[in-house]
């Protein structure tokens, strides 16, 4: 799977991987660490693939850059209106601008328009040449 992220990578021309940093979330979870166990080894299972992927993506070439999710699941891809009421469980709906989609699905929107933004801060610098962002 690992292998085939970055054969996608580098078919693709993408220079920068985007990653969720979980850190923030494990720490939370650690301190919960009772009640649920399961997510909190899921996290660390997590973790350890995206360590692998960074490192096979070096191999390649390709740089992985680790993304804050604080708020990728709250904020509006349409207005940028950040608010927790605006996710309901799995469900997405601006409370601004009536916006719907799948919650998971506008966080991995939001990290990948992070990743882009990261991107495009490399390439004003001259630090990167290539075209795509994969998130
Ligand atoms: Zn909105």
Excluded at 10 to 36: M, P, Q, W
Aim: hydrophobic share 35%; proline share 1%.
């Amino acid at each position: 799977m690992v292998t085939e992220i970055v054969k996608f990578a580098l078919e693709n021309n993408v220079s920068v991987i985007g990653l969720e940093d979980l850190t923030g979330i494990r720490d939370a979870t650690l301190k919960k660490v009772h009640k649920k166990r399961k997510h909190t080894h899921s996290s660390w299972a997590y973790r350890q693939l995206q360590t692998f992927i960074e490192y096979k993506a070096r191999e390649a070439g390709i740089l992985t850059h680790y993304i804050d999710p604080a708020y990728t699941s709250q904020t509006c891809i349409r207005c940028n209106h950040i608010s927790k009421n605006n996710r309901n469980r799995l469900s997405f709906e601006c409370e601004i601008c009536g916006y719907q989609n799948n919650a998971d699905l506008i966080g991995a929107m939001n990290i990948e328009h992070k990743t882009r933004d990261f991107r495009y801060i490399l390439e004003s610098q001259g630090s990167l040449s290539t075209a795509q962002t994969i998130a």
